[in-house]
């Protein structure tokens, strides 16, 4: 056990916060932080920041440099995320692509394939979806319906998707298709690289409860790919999706666990600065999230030490997810709690800033996401302490 | 940065698990002395792997000693292994007689017992010691205590448990594996065997908080390991009771909570001076809440089984019960994290930070 950070590391860091300080103006396009944005503003801004860092060589710290990366370790990137959540930095456009699928494509693709998609997903030029969930088939991804047919030079496909973060404005759709029927139904999958741009392709954006879309439904009409668009081999997708949720639910999801700290800073101060005025209970909240921020932020390092050192992902990243997403909420629940007793109004937007109702109903979707809390605990019970199924 | 156990931790761990178990296994006895467990344990090295070498240790760090009290806490060893450990901690200074029996285990001491609510007359080298009834471990051959002292920082006086004017009237302790009664001191002989400063004996109050939270750990660890074996082993309806998400998802509750203790109790015993002041207490506090609430995973779990006294779990339970008290309260712990997180008056700043040691 070594919890001392290196000189190198310390190094990197500064270097990050100088650059990460440097280019905020530019990404958000004033001196501030921003109003809120619409939709597209967003966008564009996220767009600008992907740009940014692939211009300055901090797009795909851990990647390869022969894909475009930087060739960095995972603890560059958990600086490299704590120096973003310190700065404020928004998130990457193209998360998806650049934390999940790209990762998962290094791991599984062709080689021709790393070469053609990795430096396109990491400049952003090219938006990436993961079309994994279906309307039949959430928690049970793997009964998924949606098939790929074998045709003269590749596949066509049939079915829907849903839940596809960024479905209308992306560019590939890294689809878990069914290509056969098997007894087994995680057999029978393949995993698909399918241009977004084609009239087979119908994308209808979800409005989520806090009023934005950032999910689709994707519809698939006898869209076509390539034969050559396989990730992996053909009746192996299962493997592939497994890959790319453990990215997702590893180092990609590091980012959240690291803007949290951030978050319990902002209501500490906001506590701070009205302790007088608050019941002692509120006082004592704050406390424990800031002990399990604390106890977080640790075990996020033990994942990066673990994966570092050329662990998979598994029980523990499963662990800390659930764990995130309960802080996380709790957090804003409190927070709601303060600003009631501190006579804030709950209008959305309510003028705060930071916006605490919005961050309330967004954090309710954390339990959910990439894998629901009942999910996660169901591979810990089974992976991690080997309960029978 | 790593947070796996090197080749020299696993070693320690594993060394110190195996003769636990193999001498103690899970099942407590009224009445039984431990002796020569603690004689064994001491001539291993268990009681001196953060004691410099020049003393008799073998000068690695609190993290190796918090190994010690990890691999203890998933045996559940019987006390005072705990207090005696602390107590060396604070007496591995220059020139303190005694320290060799200490390490060799055939001395037991009792916990530095802070601020004791007394004096300590004719403080040059000895004296009589006078203390109102004070909560100790009983079972040990002698007690320390931390006078304060302006001038000198504090004094480490030691009294030896048959000194003529103490008087020790046993408490029935909640926890099995552990004595504990109230001491009362009226003018019995004590020595002071050592002068430390404000900031030596910091640590050393700190160094009690990790090792405790480090048994509370290795604790949690061994209940979710014996609840998940007998989920695994109990059937009802035709198939494990672990098969059944009411009962998977507790246990992966236990397991989430744990996960994340451990890290930030390793964390804190891991880093240097000035990060360990902070997460100490942070460390404590976690450790206490998922020693108990796993527990309390591990009775339910159980069934009726758990509520009988066969059932080990009880033991864990009311173990749980004495650490989180140990060596301070955890209202002690949070008001040094309010501390830190700057949600106390200034005025009161300086006052809580005194009564962490």
């Known amino acids: 056990v070594n919890v001392t950070p290196t000189a190198e590391d310390e190094q990197f860091r500064l270097e990050a916060r100088a650059w990460l300080t440097s280019v905020m103006p530019e990404v958000w396009g004033a001196d501030e932080m921003p109003r809120a944005l619409t939709e597209e503003e967003e966008y564009a801004m996220r767009r600008r920041y992907d740009q940014a860092l692939h211009r300055d060589g901090w797009a795909g710290l851990t990647w390869k440099r022969e894909y475009g990366g930087r060739g960095g370790t995972l603890t560059q990137y958990l600086i490299f995320a704590e120096e973003s959540a310190a700065a404020g930095a928004p998130e990457v456009l193209n998360r998806g692509g650049i934390g999940v699928m790209g990762p998962a494509l290094a791991d599984c693709a062709s080689e021709e394939q790393k070469r053609r998609y990795l430096p396109k997903i990491l400049s952003s030029q090219e938006i990436w979806c993961q079309g994994f969930s279906e309307p039949n088939a959430g928690s049970d991804l793997a009964g ?91 009746g192996e997708g299962w493997h592939v999706a497994l890959v790319t949720l453990g990215h997702e639910r590893s180092t990609h999801f590091i980012n959240r666990q690291i803007r949290l700290r951030r978050e319990v800073a902002e209501l500490l101060e906001l506590i701070r600065a009205n302790a007088d005025r608050l019941p002692a209970r509120l006082v004592d909240e704050i406390v424990d999230i800031a002990v399990r921020t604390e106890a977080l932020g640790w075990t996020v390092k033990s994942h990066i030490a673990r994966l570092g050192s050329g662990g998979a992902p598994g029980a523990p990243d499963s662990a800390s997810k659930v764990f995130w997403s309960d802080v996380w909420q709790a957090l804003t629940v409190l927070a709601l709690e303060v600003e009631a007793e501190l006579g804030f109004s709950v209008d959305i937007p309510n003028h705060a800033e930071p916006d605490w109702t919005l961050r309330y109903l967004g954090s309710r979707a954390a339990t959910i996401y990439a894998g629901t809390s009942e999910i996660q605990k169901n591979i810990i019970g089974d992976r991690g302490l080997g309960l029978p199924r | 940065m790593s947070f796996a156990l090197d080749p020299t931790e696993t070693e320690i761990l594993e060394t110190v698990g195996e003769v636990a178990a193999k001498r103690l296994p899970l099942s407590i006895e009224p009445g039984r002395s431990y002796r020569e467990f603690y004689a064994e344990a001491g001539e291993l090295g268990f009681f001196g792997l953060n004691v410099p070498e020049s003393l008799g240790g073998l000068g690695l760090t609190d993290f190796h000693a918090g190994l010690v009290a990890y691999a203890f806490g998933r ?32 001395t037991l001491s009792g916990e530095l017992v802070s601020r004791p609510q007394g004096v300590v007359g004719g403080v040059e080298v000895s004296g009589d010691v006078e203390i109102a009834p004070t909560r100790v471990v009983a079972d040990v051959d002698q007690w320390l205590f931390g006078f304060p002292d302006e001038a000198r920082g504090f004094l480490l006086t030691t009294v030896d448990a048959g000194a003529a004017g103490a008087s020790l009237v046993d408490e029935t302790s909640v926890d099995l594996g552990w004595r504990t009664g109230l001491l009362t001191l009226g003018g019995a002989r004590g020595t002071v065997v050592a002068e430390i400063g404000a900031e030596r004996y910091r640590e050393v109050a700190l160094l009690a908080a990790g090792l405790a939270a480090m048994s509370e750990i290795g604790s949690s660890e061994r209940v979710l390991q014996d609840t998940v074996a007998f989920a695994k082993d109990r059937e009802q309806f035709g198939q494990p009771i672990g098969s059944f998400q009411a009962v998977k998802h507790r246990l992966a509750d236990v397991y989430i909570e744990i996960e994340h203790a451990r890290n930030l109790v390793f964390a804190a015993l891991a880093s240097d001076d000035h990060e360990r002041e902070r997460l100490v207490p942070m460390a404590k506090l976690l450790a206490d809440e998922v020693y108990r609430t796993c527990s309390e995973a591990s009775i339910q779990l159980h069934g009726g089984f758990g509520f009988t006294w066969e059932c080990p779990a009880h033991l864990f339970m009311k173990n749980a019960l004495r650490l989180r008290t140990y060596p301070n309260t955890g209202g002690a712990y949070r008001r040094a994290v309010r501390e830190r997180l700057g949600l106390e008056p200034d005025d009161q700043t300086t006052a809580r930070t005194e009564e962490l040691v």
């Not at chain 1, 030079?153 to 479905?167: D, E, N, P, S, V």
């Not at chain 1, 404005?169 to 878990?176: A, G, K, P, T, V």
């Open chain 1, 144 to 234: 998924l319906t949606t098939s790929a047919v074998e045709v003269d030079g590749g596949w066509t496909i049939h079915g829907q998707k849903i839940w596809t973060t960024l479905g209308q404005i992306s560019d590939f759709c890294f689809l878990l298709a069914r290509t056969s029927q098997e007894e087994r139904k995680h057999r029978g999958l393949t995993m698909l690289i399918v241009p977004m741009r084609q009239p087979e392709i119908t994308t209808r954006p979800i409005r989520q409860l806090i009023g934005d879309q950032e999910f689709s439904e994707v519809f698939f009409d006898g869209a076509f790919v390539p034969r050559e668009n396989v990730v992996g081999e053909i």
């Open chain 2, 75 to 106: 045996e559940l060893v019987p006390g005072p292994w705990l207090e005696h450990l602390v107590a060396i901690g604070a007496l591995s200074v220059d020139g303190v007689d005694g320290l060799d029996a200490l390490l060799a285990g055939t």
